[in-house]
Nanobody, 124 residues
């Protein structure tokens, strides 16, 4: 099981950090990704990180603004979001799958575990 935290309301140009925490396990042996679903749209990948070597991949729409990283002290995979835009408004989900290598995955069907989602609203 996973749990997201850190969502909320932010003005355009602002920043937020989302955290994805497991319940009763460590994320060290999991590839993790963040997805989002905007109102009236399908769920889309945002960023993903491999289990080993922390290889990462980003959607073009967030490159240079979002960073996915592991916080080993907190046992979380976080998504730092800078320069937020109204079009970033969505429910953000984290997902994980057991993976011992350096691969990341952008297809949501690759993931076995999901959180309940965190609302991010970018509005003035």
């Amino acid at each position: 099981q996973l749990a997201e935290s850190g969502g909320g309301l932010v003005q355009p140009g602002g920043s937020l950090i989302l955290s994805c925490a497991p319940t009763g396990d460590t994320l060290d042996d999991y590839a993790v990704a963040w997805f989002r679903q905007a109102p009236g749209k399908g769920r889309e990948p945002v960023a993903c990180i491999s289990s080993s070597a922390d290889n990462t991949n980003y959607a073009d729409s967030v490159k240079g603004r979002f960073t996915i990283f592991r916080d080993h002290a907190k046992n979380t995979v976080d998504l730092r979001m800078n320069s937020l835009k109204p079009e970033d408004t969505a429910i953000y989900y984290c997902a994980a799958r057991i993976e011992y290598g350096t691969n990341w995955f952008i297809d949501e069907d690759e993931y076995d575990y999901w959180g309940q989602g965190a609302q991010v609203t970018v509005s003035s």
